[in-house]
């Protein structure tokens, strides 16, 4: 026993990502080129049944043998570089042995006499082959991260990556709510310790949106309660999934206080000291519906430190803030587009204009309740993910200039959008007043000071305006950062969700810092 | 926390509590029922802060070998599983584990436990080799995720019995995981496996008491209701760790 020899098969026997991944460094183009499968390796591993132990084998032996395709000169040249500088390869001549692989794979690895002497001498064990290609890989990755700035991810990447960690690592999601809430408490416990709090109690306001964000949320809650904050929970739209269920229960268990609804602004000033804001994630599409309209806006009166904000799909321009929100797939910028539009590569980038109603032109129903206004009909507002008819233009980034029909009327400077309309119609811009688009859009109240005169836009400077969402004083981005933390102005950015697999890692090409010690966040310059 | 914030006299500590079988048993059941934690949760939570130990009492600069490498014994339970996790943290933690998993557990969230492991290039040996020399050669410490404190330790079968004697020979530092395997949860063994380190999850067990090496308490996530009915007494974990050591 104790022989293994390599040899080069086309056939599929032994699964082993790590074997796999060492070949795929030696031969790449040979792996790609007979099409081996992700996991599957490209070398065949010989039943030390075939040989005799301490059998010294010519590589026309090994490669004769059934099953096993000739080894070319190069290949084996390779190989034998690759498996001395592993260490743990006895050559001999024109032999390759190798021990301990097949080790790990069916047979035991019991070494010959011969083995061992060679192996003493090196110090080494064949089982520690597989350490040895992952230092090297790791190697390999502190450098080039070194080298390389992190990544930052746009929202389809962000959901592929979150995809592939489910289903094929098969993590489930409970696993890595634990660990993302976990690295967010541990964020804010760096940013702001307990001791520097202003307020008489260390007191925290959490608030949780309707999805994974909202469970992160109850994670960090919980731990923030731990780490000897005092959460409470804003809560208002439960999911019906049992994991959220458990989280609750898990948080109302720790005499964690949830709100019966989001206290205004004012009052958020007055009782907490911070706000965590984990509303939406990053798969956030669509309109921002009630009730979170309304905390959105009470969230950005309020002058206390906000965290964890993420860009929102709002009409006025994205909301920075929490990490992994990114970049919304539509930008709607009334008028004119504000500096956070700057930031926006996603698809769709519309530039709305509000009008008076041509002559015969149909006017939506308006709720009763509306406010003073003179709004009329606002123009080419689409939230859907389908790409719009060929007959809209399309602002693709910022600075390209458009032609956009001369409009008639203006509105007014100080605008009021309400909760006007639970619908806005698109028309075409061309000005055939065919609507395109219906679509529930909930607004909030604001006030809008429209920069431009509307008379026409044909061009306009993207530096014009500010973004008017919530800013946020640390962003916590979970796995990796998003896009729009770019635009990030506050004063902590952390990293957090310390628990991408190396092989997700390389294959999205991150180039994740390393994390100090056993840390699970990250600071982010 | 178990401290009341506004007094300024120091109140007498009460020593931690140690665990019997019974007890640490009863408390898992409540945290899954009554608290609704999850049992993968769990597992994590335990695996993560079993891995910020390892890291703490074993530094990667304070490894001898060229290799940090590590050997993970993982057994068929819960504490299999979370040798698992354990495995998979020091492997982001920059260490290179090597698990030895002889007998797969049957449930399905252990199994995905083993799927994320593979994936993340921490090779399975499939043999331990009786050799104790090799296993010394090759690790600088080997982490004991065999059997966890319910198991009844007069009733160790093989393979286990066979792996525990082959540690109790080996030269080079055991972590063990909640309890060692082969001991008895509630009083400590003279003839079975003696690990430098002992990780203890959630609370000590009564075989703890006179631990004569590293102690560490990890796993910071019980809620004061359970500590306070169970009287655990817990210390104070400084900071935003996850561990103490006792």
């Known amino acids: 026993m104790g022989v293994i020899v390599l040899g080069h098969c086309k056939s599929v026997t032994v699964p082993h990502p790590l074997l796999h991944a060492w070949l795929r460094d030696i031969h790449p183009v040979t792996a790609q080129r007979k099409g081996y499968s992700p996991i599957a390796p490209s070398f065949l591993l010989l039943s030390p049944r075939t040989f005799v132990p301490g059998q010294q084998l010519t590589t026309r032996a090994a490669t004769c043998s059934p099953g096993v395709e000739r080894v070319s000169g190069r290949t084996r040249r390779q190989l034998r570089s690759r498996l001395s500088a592993v260490g743990h390869v006895l050559l001999h001549e024109h032999n390759l042995w190798m021990l301990g692989v097949r080790a790990l794979l069916g047979i035991g690895f019991l070494v010959t006499s011969r083995g061992s002497r060679v192996l003493a001498h090196r110090g080494t064990c064949p089982l520690v082959s597989g350490s040895n290609l992952l230092n090297k890989d790791c190697h390999r990755r502190q450098s080039s991260t070194m080298a390389q700035p992190i990544k930052y991810l746009g929202q389809e990447e962000a959901q592929r990556i979150d995809e592939e960690l489910f289903t094929e690592y098969r993590f489930s999601v409970d696993q890595l709510m634990e660990l993302a809430g976990l690295s967010c408490a541990t964020a804010v416990a760096k940013a702001y310790p307990r001791d520097s709090l202003v307020k008489a109690t260390p007191s925290v306001l959490v608030v949780c949106g309707p999805g994974n964000n909202g469970g992160d949320g109850l994670v960090c809650a919980r731990h923030l309660k731990l780490f000897g904050y005092e959460p409470s929970i804003v809560y208002p739209k439960r999911p019906n999934k049992p994991l959220f269920q458990n989280l609750t229960a898990q948080c109302e268990k720790m005499d964690i206080p949830f709100l019966p609804e989001m206290p205004e602004a004012k009052v958020v000033d007055e009782a907490f000291n911070l706000v965590v804001d984990a509303i939406f994630g990053f798969s956030f599409q669509g309109a921002v519906r009630e009730p979170f309209c309304t905390i959105l806006a009470s969230l950005k009166e309020a002058t206390v430190h906000r965290q964890r904000g993420h860009p929102l799909r709002w009409a006025r321009g994205p909301v920075l803030g929490r990490s992994d929100g990114i970049q919304p797939d539509l930008l709607i910028s009334l008028t004119a587009p504000k500096k956070s539009a700057v930031h926006f590569r996603d698809r769709y980038h519309y530039l709305g204009a509000l009008r008076a109603p041509r002559p015969g032109e149909e006017v939506p129903a308006q709720p009763a309740s509306v406010p003073r206004h003179r709004l009329c009909v606002p123009a080419a507002l689409s939230l859907s993910r389908a790409p719009p008819p060929s007959s809209h233009r399309l602002l693709r980034t910022a600075g390209e200039a458009f032609d956009w029909p001369p409009v008639i009327g203006l509105m007014n400077q100080d605008l009021v959008l309400g909760r006007l309309y639970d619908r806005i119609t698109v028309f075409c811009p061309n000005g055939s007043g065919q609507p395109a688009f219906l679509f529930p859009v909930y607004q909030p109240e604001y006030t809008g000071l429209l920069r431009d005169d509307t008379g026409h836009q044909t061009r306009w400077d993207v530096e014009k305006g500010s973004s008017d969402g919530i800013q946020p004083d640390l962003l916590i981005s979970l796995t990796a950062p998003k896009k729009s933390a770019v635009h990030f102005r506050g004063r902590y950015h952390y990293l957090g969700a310390r628990f991408v697999p190396p092989a997700l890692e390389r294959k999205y090409q991150l180039n994740l810092p390393p994390y100090p010690g056993t840390d699970c966040v990250y600071q982010l310059p | ?246």
């Not at chain 2, 640490?24 to 609704?36: G, V």
Request: negative net charge; glycine residues 4%; charged residues 20%.
């Open chain 2, 1 to 246: 926390m178990n401290h009341s914030s506004t007094e300024p006299e120091p109140e007498p500590v009460e020593p931690i509590r140690y665990l019997s079988k019974a007890d640490a048993a009863a408390i898992e059941t409540e945290l899954l029922k009554d608290y609704r934690f999850g049992q993968q949760q769990l597992i994590e939570i335990w695996g993560h802060a079993c891995a910020i130990a390892i890291a703490k009492a074993f530094p990667l600069s304070s490894l001898s070998k060229k290799q940090p490498t590590v050997l993970v014994v993982c057994g068929p339970d819960q504490n299999g599983s979370v040798g698992l996790v354990c495995a998979r943290h020091l492997r982001i933690f920059e260490y290179e584990p090597t698990i030895f998993y002889p007998k797969r557990s049957p449930h399905s969230l252990h199994q995905d436990f083993t799927v994320q492991c593979e994936k993340m290039d921490i090779p399975f040996l499939s043999y331990l080799p009786t050799e104790v020399q090799l296993i010394n050669d090759a690790y600088n410490l080997v982490i004991d995720a065999i059997l966890g404190p319910e198991t009844d330790h007069t009733d160790v079968r093989e393979p286990y019995a066979g792996i525990l004697v082959t540690l109790k020979q080996i030269k080079i530092p055991i972590a063990s995981v909640d309890v060692p395997s082969g001991w008895d949860a509630d009083e400590a063994s003279t003839d079975g496996i003696s690990p430098e380190v002992l990780i203890s999850l959630t609370a000590p067990k009564k075989c703890a008491t006179s631990f004569p090496g590293k102690h560490f308490l990890a796993g910071r996530f019980l809620p004061y209701d359970i500590q306070k009915k169970y009287e655990l007494n817990l210390p104070e974990y400084p900071g935003t760790d996850c561990l103490i050591e006792l």
